[in-house]
Every structure is written in C-alpha cells, then in structure tokens.
Antibody, heavy 116, light 111 residues
Framework: EVQLVESGGGLVQPGGSLRLSCAAS????????MSWVRQAPGKGLEWVAN????????HYVDAVKDRFTISRDNAKNSLYLQMSSLRGDDTAVYFC?????????WGQGTLVTVSS | QSALTQPPSASGSPGQSVTISCTGT?????????VSWYQQHPGKAPKLMIY???KRPSGVPDRFSGSKSGNTASLTVSGLQAEDEADYYC???????????FGTGTKVTVL
C-alpha cells in the first residue's frame, strides 16, 4: 500500500524557517517524480515544487523561488521542503504528492501557520 | 503562472448532469493534452478523477468524463449523486515555467 506521511508543520514567526518531511512507503521511491502542493485555508490548490527521480531537476512556483528548496533522499525514501523567509501567505496545508501533474497518491497534509 | 479560470459554483439535482469549464491559454490547456481534474471533499486530500484530458484512473466511475476544445477543458459529471458534492479543480502543464497550474476551483452542489 502506498503511503505518504508528512511531518514538520507547525507555528512559525514571519521571517522564520521550517523543514517539512515526507516519509514514503509501498512503492519504489526513486522511480517517481515527487511534488509538494499547498492549500491556504479556504483557498484553492497550488503546486509548490517538484523534483525529478534522481534530484537533478526541480521546478518551483514563482511565489516561493529563492525561499524554498525541495530535495529528496532516495536511500531514506524521503522527500523534503526547506522553507525560509516565511510569510503570512505561506500559511497552508502542505501535501506530499507522488508524481507531478496527474497524481493518484497524496499524503494527508501538514499545516504550516506563519504568524507572530 | 496565473491560475486557470473555473466558475466558482455549479449545481444539479440527483440524476442530472453538470459540466465544469476550465479556461487557460495556448501555453497550457490549449497547447498540451496534460489536463487533469481533481475532486476534493472537505478536510480531505484531492482525488484524481481525470488525466490527460479524458482518461479515468482505475476505480473512477464512468459518470465522470473529460474533454477539451481550444483553450478550454471541461469535466462532465453525469447521473449526479450525493457523494459527488465536492470541490473540483482542473490542472494543466504550462510551458511558461515547465511546471503545472491548477484552476481556481468549482464547488459542485447536489440539490
């Protein structure tokens, strides 16, 4: 069974940093692109970043470029999102997603709240 | 990276059909057959309903169908059921940044 379990969310002050993790199981992790998608409270979905199987290619939405970094550790079957210079509009549930674009498997999400 | 445009709401009675539009540009919806649709119930993760314009993942009822004409994609839900009440998001590859973009979302209400 495919499982994606996010962790690392919480309350952080504006300008602060946070690292999200996603533990993957039930599939060959290094065989798939992986992505992060976020959803602000009461708002729509937004692709945040994705990363190629071997980590050599990444893409970001303009709103997080130069502030967020997506990475992966295939030996640990884990996906990460390092977030810095956090702002109020980064407040959202962050979903770990297997694949990119058309994705069947999603985690349940972890809430990041940016507030003083 | 502007979001694709969807109507905020749509509704229909049980058994009826509802169609949701998703309008983009030639850089996304109109230029590529990488349009997908997601269903999301409150507090849940999105569920893939349609991919590559009109293909259904295993387990998705054939009441759900997708199509595309020019820069506009559409999702049709036939034979509406109570459990179809949810938010629906379209999604497309975009060559503006070699990434993906969601639509603004449509709340479907079953009357």
């Amino acid at each position: 069974e495919v499982q994606l379990v996010e962790s690392g969310g919480g309350l952080v002050q504006p300008g602060g940093s946070l690292r999200l993790s996603c533990a993957a199981s039930g599939f060959v992790f290094d065989g798939y692109w992986m992505s992060w998608v976020r959803q602000a409270p009461g708002k729509g979905l937004e692709w945040v970043a994705n990363i190629k199987q071997d980590g050599t290619k990444t893409h970001y939405v303009d709103a997080v470029k130069d502030r967020f970094t997506i990475s992966r550790d295939n030996a640990k079957n884990s996906l990460y999102l390092q977030m810095s210079s956090l702002r109020g509009d980064d407040t959202a549930v962050y979903f770990c997603v297997r694949g990119t674009g058309s994705a069947v498997y999603w985690g349940q999400g972890t809430l990041v709240t940016v507030s003083s | 990276q502007s979001a694709l445009t969807q109507p905020p709401s749509a509704s229909g009675s049980p058994g009826q059909s509802v169609t949701i539009s998703c309008t983009g540009t030639s850089s996304d919806v109109g230029g590529y057959d990488y349009v997908s649709w997601y269903q999301q119930h409150p507090g849940k993760a999105p569920k893939l309903m349609i991919y590559e314009v009109n293909k259904r993942p295993s387990g998705v009822p054939d009441r759900f169908s997708g199509s595309k004409s020019g820069n506009t994609a559409s999702l049709t839900v036939s034979g509406l059921q109570a459990e179809d009440e949810a938010d629906y998001y379209c999604n497309s590859y975009t060559d503006s940044n070699d990434f993906y973009v969601f639509g603004t979302g449509t709340k479907v209400t079953v009357l």
